[in-house]
């Protein structure tokens, strides 16, 4: 009759979550300055996608010429693969296995800016929009000139191989959670078996 007791009195309860929440609050640092890129990368893409939109209405609508708005439409749906490459979505990079490494993300990111910095001569009565245009392409050529040293440096695979720490992290996280709610149920079960016990 005495065993119960000893089980509830256990210190397992309270390591169990102290560890469990050691393993919770410890990011990488390293993975968020990564996030952090990816997501200013996605917006400068996003920028890219508006100055090649209103570059193709332009072009369009002035007929100045019928080749380049042809070009930006192309540079709008390149830099909107862009964008959709930098969230790491699975059905994105299974059919495009080369943007899984840096150096193939930033050769992308930089032919985007090459597309989005063309034909500015035209543009030179809309001051603004030339500007926009040299802001979004540089900037993005700065990011494609980044991951491509950094695919270079092979800082991709040590991303990837911290993501899989980050992964097996979450899944001891959540096997801890899985084994307190059994040690739960089985205290509640040793609690009842005793009450009866009692009652006999």
Same mark, same amino acid.
């Given at each position: 009759m005495d065993r119960p007791e000893e089980i509830? !009195?256990?210190?397992?309860?309270?390591?169990?979550?102290?560890? #469990?929440? #050691?393993l919770a609050n410890r990011a990488d640092p390293f993975l968020v300055v990564c996030r952090c890129f990816s997501v200013v990368?996605?917006?400068?893409a996003i920028l890219c996608v508006v100055v090649n939109v209103l570059a193709a209405v332009r072009s369009f609508r002035d007929?100045?010429?019928?080749?380049d708005g042809i070009f930006r439409c192309y540079a709008v749906v390149i830099a909107c693969f862009v964008v959709l490459v930098e969230t790491e979505w699975g059905f994105i990079l299974k059919f495009s296995k080369v943007l899984e490494f840096w150096a193939g993300r930033g050769m992308l990111q930089i032919f985007v800016a090459v597309m989005t910095r063309a034909f500015p001569d035209f543009m030179t009565q809309k001051k603004d929009l030339l500007l926009l245009?040299?802001?979004?392409?540089?900037?993005l050529l700065a990011c494609g000139v980044i991951y491509v040293i950094s695919g270079v440096l092979c800082i991709g695979f040590l991303k990837r191989a911290r993501q899989q720490k980050e992964v097996s992290r979450e899944q001891a996280v959540k096997d801890l959670e !899985?084994?307190?709610?059994? #040690?739960?149920?089985?205290?509640?079960?040793l609690l009842e078996h005793r009450s009866r016990?009692?009652?006999v």
């Amino acid at each position: 009759m005495d065993r119960p007791e000893e089980i509830e !009195e256990s210190p397992a309860g309270p390591s169990s979550g102290s560890a #469990k929440s #050691k393993l919770a609050n410890r990011a990488d640092p390293f993975l968020v300055v990564c996030r952090c890129f990816s997501v200013v990368t996605s917006l400068i893409a996003i920028l890219c996608v508006v100055v090649n939109v209103l570059a193709a209405v332009r072009s369009f609508r002035d007929s100045h010429d019928l080749f380049d708005g042809i070009f930006r439409c192309y540079a709008v749906v390149i830099a909107c693969f862009v964008v959709l490459v930098e969230t790491e979505w699975g059905f994105i990079l299974k059919f495009s296995k080369v943007l899984e490494f840096w150096a193939g993300r930033g050769m992308l990111q930089i032919f985007v800016a090459v597309m989005t910095r063309a034909f500015p001569d035209f543009m030179t009565q809309k001051k603004d929009l030339l500007l926009l245009q040299n802001i979004a392409s540089y900037l993005l050529l700065a990011c494609g000139v980044i991951y491509v040293i950094s695919g270079v440096l092979c800082i991709g695979f040590l991303k990837r191989a911290r993501q899989q720490k980050e992964v097996s992290r979450e899944q001891a996280v959540k096997d801890l959670e !899985e084994i307190a709610r059994r #040690k739960e149920e089985l205290e509640q079960l040793l609690l009842e078996h005793r009450s009866r016990d009692d009652d006999v």
